[in-house]
């Protein structure tokens, strides 16, 4: 019987395992490192993380559970930290001195009561060399993963997990299915575009529903019809998109591969540049891809099911709509709303916050002086020197055009952007 593919060995990280590696090594001989795994979702930031814990318990780490690294820091919240099967070395008292590993899953969750448990006790909170090894989302990089990142960790390396190549998607469907996929299934296969969680919700479901035959030495389709099984879990990767970007993702699935935003801004009734952030998270989260001139789905089976998923009316209203756009953009002329009328006029796109403006060192100032904290605590919270304290909060005075930190607080909190003047008599109230 065939194994699931998720039973299947690590595969197609062999360079992320490779830099990995190296963190390990740094910390092996008395250094201390930060090791960042981002992502769009379903790409094995998990895997990672646990194929990391396993090379450093091999190594001579420790490597704390759950339940210690919720004890040493309990305001982690929905961040998770990875199991990593039996391993005789993990948290055995005894081992003090070792190097430790400590894993921080979905860390885009990080609260700020974590974040400053983990600027209090600095890059080594038990005393010996530590690794922090934290996964999140792309696009999901948030102020107080960036605190963490600002901190002094001695050696840092990101790894971005991506789409597998074609020759690792054949292994692996070779694996779980017992034979080669034939040309008719390698082209189903394609579909998924090398997206790991994707390629292989689709191979076990073509399992579970009997969907797929070895014949001939190879393996057979039997069915056009996608598993539900992979249906499932594409609903369930949407559920982590923004409500706007599912409309653009869900229109744009019904138009076709490419998602022309001179046609779907008038659709969705706002401007081609509130569009932007939008794409951006359709990007980061690995729906979409562009290269400089045009966007396109990253996996057909993704857009196939997005489609599906519109009424048949629906969809037929959508491309009737889209077409009538393009022969008015064609000739010339304005473009027609809905039921021929006049489109109205498009929403503006919101501006930039404050918060938009500052870079992660600034970020990470600002949110201590609105914990209330004094120059020289956050110097020793983010283990750089007052001097540097001082440094950015002149710059950010001058920036605000403010002259005290109540000031430059009240500037931030109500969007006020560098350049315009902080209203008369506000004063920041702290919470």
């Known amino acids: 019987m065939p194994r699931a593919p998720f039973d299947l060995p690590f595969r197609g990280r062999d360079d992320e395992l490779s830099r990995v590696r190296r963190v390990l090594d740094h910390a092996s001989r008395g250094g201390n490192a ?29 490597v704390p559970d759950e339940t210690c690294v919720r004890r040493q820091l309990p305001s982690l919240g929905r961040c998770k930290v990875p199991g990593v099967g039996r391993t005789g070395r993990i948290g055995r008292p005894g081992l003090r001195r070792m190097p430790v590993l400590v894993l921080i899953d979905e860390a885009d969750h990080l609260g700020a009561d974590a974040v400053d448990a ?24 948030c102020e107080s993963l960036a605190a963490v990142l600002s901190t002094r960790c001695g050696y840092v390396e990101r790894l971005t997990l991506g789409a597998l190549a074609p020759g690792v998607i054949t292994a692996l469907a070779t694996g779980a299915l017992g034979a080669p996929p034939s040309p008719s299934l390698r082209q189903l ?110 996996n057909e089976l993704m857009r196939e099911i997005l489609a599906e998923a519109v009424p048949a009316a629906l969809q037929r209203a959508l491309r009737r ?42 970020a990470a100032v600002v949110r201590l002086v609105k914990a ?31 002259r005290s930190r109540i000031d430059l607080l009240s500037a931030v909190e109500q969007r006020v ?15």
């Open 417 to 431: 952007l560098p350049g315009r003047a902080v209203p008369a008599g506000t004063r920041y109230a702290r919470s």
């Open 189 to 298: 296969i394609e579909k998924a575009g090398g997206h790991p969680r994707i390629t292989a919700e689709l191979l076990l479901g073509l399992q579970e529903e009997g969907a797929v035959e070895t014949g001939s030495g190879l393996a057979h389709p039997t069915s056009t019809r996608l598993p539900e099984r992979l249906h499932r879990r594409i609903e369930e990767t949407m559920a982590c998109y923004s409500r706007a970007c599912c409309q653009l993702l869900s229109v744009a699935a019904v138009l076709g591969r490419e998602l022309d935003y001179e046609i779907l801004a008038p659709m969705l009734r706002t401007a081609p540049s509130a569009l932007i952030p939008l794409a951006e998270e359709a990007c980061a989260m690995g729906a979409v891809a562009g290269d400089g001139g045009r966007t396109v789905f990253r």
């Open 372 to 402: 209330g904290l004094t120059n020289q605590q956050i110097a020793r919270r983010l283990d750089v020197s007052p001097h540097t304290v001082n440094y950015h909060l002149r710059r950010l005075f001058r920036s605000f055009g403010v």
């Open 118 to 141: 983990l600027l209090a006790r600095g890059a080594a909170p038990h005393g010996v060399p530590t690794v922090w090894a934290v996964a999140h989302r792309s696009g999901r990089s």
């Open 321 to 362: 709509e889209a077409e009538a756009l393009r022969t008015a953009r064609a000739a010339g002329l304005p473009a027609p709303g809905p039921a021929g009328t006049a489109a109205p006029a498009p929403a503006e796109p919101p501006e930039a916050t404050a918060w938009d403006l500052l870079n992660d060192r600034q």
């Open 34 to 62: 930060l090791l960042v795994v981002e992502g769009p979702p379903g790409t094995g930031k998990t895997r990672l993380l646990q194929a990391c814990a396993q090379e450093a318990v091999r190594l001579g780490f420790r």
